[in-house]
Structure formats: structure tokens, C-alpha cells
């Protein structure tokens, strides 16, 4: 018997560079599981769409898919869009079973992930000193998925020994501008702000410009398409796979 399919749920963007980072992401899980059907899929903006994606599978002859949300937070898209096409499809398909797994969420281990984009942000401005730091995330009305952001700032502060504030895009106070005037108002002179982003778009090139304008000192380039982002993919599957075993 096949293994279910795994399908790699993005949001969606108009922005090319950000579908550019999801196939590249998948790419990578692909690499590491050759052995298995993987798709991407998006749930609006962007092509493939969703049910596109569980067509194909279905005429392929699978009729067990995990699908393994690529957001960072339980808000709005994971709660609300998620469920829903995963509804709509298995009411199109009867026989079909599909299993939305958790999303990639805030995993402690990102925090490597951003290290490493942060060292590669300070070496493009030559910056070797740092005593503030800014996690710019996207935002969410979800006060629950801004306050999982915090707790992650928090985290890294501890682990920098620095200064950290929560900053979002949209939703949310206080903006990536914002945070970097609150610490230079202590005095601080060199802040930097990484970025809690999965892949690149409008709302990641405002926080970047907001902060620089306010006097950041470098900014990273969003989590993107690292093998620990793929590894984490594969993790969720493994969960959604064995939920689909029947006891």
C-alpha cells in the first residue's frame, strides 16, 4: 500500500518571489523523502490551488493525503481555510481521506534557523556589534498567535543575552518601526531585526522599510527555504500519516 501523499499547504501570494521560495522549500523536502508523492499547493494568489492539487492526486490513485500547513501560527488560515477546503474536498471525493496536520508553528529550533540569516544580514552590513534586537513577524488579529510571538522573542533574548521585542507587520502593535524607536530612545545604536517570515512579500518589504527608516541596522531575509524548515515539514507528516492508520 502507497504511503499518503503529503501536501504542502502555503497561503498564497501575488508576489512571484514568495511562491519561488514555497517550490524551493518544497524542493528541499523532496530531497530529503524521494520515496514519497509530495505537492505543493496554495490556498489562494497563487497556483496550484488546493483542489487542483487533491485532483491530481486522486486520478493518481491516492485516497489518503496528509496535508502539512506551511504557517508559522494557529490564526485565522489555519483555523478557519485550512478545514474548510480540506471539507470541500473530501465531500467532492467521497472515500478520499485527508488529514491537516499541525502547522509548522514556532518551533524553538526556527531560532537556529534565524541565527543563521541574522549572521548572514550583519556580515552583508559589516555590523559586528549588536544590543537590541527586533522578531518581526507578520501579525494576526489571533492575540494567542502575537502573544506565541512574544514568548519566541523572549526565548532568543535569553539566549543572546540582548534586549528583544515582538514587532508585526499587521494586526498587531507595535510596528518593526516602532520597536526599533522605543530602544534607540534607550540609547541603543545598534539594532537589528530579524525576520519571522517564511518567505519574502509585501508585508515583510514594509516591516524591512519601516525599520530601516527608523535607523535598524540590518535586516535578515525571512526563514526561507532551509533543510530545518524541511525537516519539521516531514515531522508533521509522520504525525498525519500514523493518524491515518486505523486502530
Known amino acids: 500500500m502507497a504511503a499518503p501523499a503529503l501536501v504542502a499547504l502555503a497561503h498564497g501570494s501575488r508576489d512571484a518571489r514568495s511562491s519561488a521560495t514555497i517550490t524551493a522549500l518544497v524542493d528541499e523536502v523532496k530531497a ?14 497563487a497556483k496550484p490551488n488546493f483542489h487542483t492539487v487533491v485532483d491530481k492526486l486522486v486520478r493518481a490513485g491516492y485516497d489518503e493525503i496528509v496535508v502539512v500547513p506551511l504557517l508559522l ?3 485565522f488560515h489555519a483555523k478557519v481555510d485550512v478545514p474548510e477546503v480540506i471539507a470541500e474536498a473530501t465531500t467532492r471525493h467521497p472515500g478520499l481521506q485527508i488529514r491537516a496536520t499541525e502547522v509548522l508553528g514556532l518551533e524553538a529550533r526556527f531560532l537556529e534557523v534565524l541565527d543563521e540569516r541574522m549572521r548572514e544580514a550583519l556580515k552583508s552590513a559589516r555590523i559586528r556589534e549588536l544590543d537590541a534586537l527586533v522578531l518581526a513577524a507578520a501579525g494576526s488579529t489571533d492575540p494567542l498567535a502575537n502573544q506565541a510571538v512574544a514568548r519566541l522573542a523572549r526565548v532568543w533574548g535569553a539566549h ?7 514587532a508585526y507587520a499587521a494586526a498587531a502593535p507595535p510596528a518593526t518601526g516602532e520597536a526599533v524607536r522605543a530602544f534607540r530612545a534607550e540609547g541603543r545604536r ?11 512579500g509585501s508585508l515583510l518589504d514594509r516591516a524591512t522599510e519601516l525599520a530601516l527608516e527608523a535607523g535598524a541596522v540590518a535586516v ?5 527555504a532551509h533543510p530545518e524548515i524541511a525537516r519539521t515539514v516531514l515531522a ?3 504525525v498525519g500519516a500514523v493518524e491515518l492508520v486505523p486502530v
Open 190 to 200: 545598534h539594532i537589528a531585526v530579524a525576520s519571522l517570515f517564511l518567505a519574502p
Open 32 to 45: 530529503l523523502r524521494p520515496d514519497l508523492r509530495i505537492e505543493k499547493a496554495f490556498l489562494e494568489l
Open 160 to 166: 543572546h543575552k540582548l534586549p528583544v521585542t515582538a
Open 236 to 238: 508533521r507528516y509522520a
Open 73 to 75: 501560527n494557529e490564526a
Open 220 to 224: 535578515s531575509e525571512p526563514l526561507g
